[in-house]
């Protein structure tokens, strides 16, 4: 199984992100996908750059947990166009789809990845989990309209 591990750059809870990786990943066996999203860089007392986001986040916990390391498709430009080639090749290659979006935020890469997962000819609504700043799951009242059209109609 791989599990996709994506984020808006405004969620903020690393320990509520690695809390529903750790929940729901086998590590000897399962895959993170994760988008390497260059967003919130930040720089450390030795004035050396990192970047400090979900998409971060899931691959570092990876990285250390995981049998299997991360598959990260980086966007090869930083244009428009390249992040959505990479937020469709997470959605293609994620059997489940993880992702953490502050409520009342209907704009970013997180939802137009999960904009192309609900798109798959497989999509099940039991693999999609969208989270909010709260810890608290997207109800469907609260979730873009196309989202729910796409998840009503399954």
Not at 8 to 18: A, L, Q, R, T, W
Not at 56 to 73: G, R, V
Not at 88 to 107: M, P
Request: net charge positive.
């Amino acid at each position: 199984m791989k599990l996709g591990v994506v984020g808006s750059g405004k969620f903020k809870d690393k320990n509520f992100v690695i809390k529903q990786i750790s929940s729901r990943i086998d590590i000897k066996v399962d895959i993170i996908v994760s988008g390497h999203s260059p967003r919130n860089k930040r720089y450390n007392k030795d004035n050396k750059e990192y970047y400090d986001n979900v998409d971060i986040w899931a691959e570092d916990w990876a990285n250390e947990f995981c049998w299997n390391k991360p598959i990260i498709h980086p966007a090869k430009e930083f244009i428009k166009k390249e992040f959505f080639k990479r937020n469709k090749k997470i959605a293609q290659d994620s059997d489940k789809l993880l992702v953490f979006i502050n409520k009342g935020q209907y704009k970013s890469g997180a939802w137009n990845t999960v904009g192309y997962f609900i798109s798959k000819f497989n999509f099940n609504p039991n693999n999609l989990m969208i989270y909010n700043e709260r810890h608290e799951q997207w109800c469907l009242d609260e979730l873009p309209m196309w989202v729910r059209n796409r998840i009503r109609n399954f």
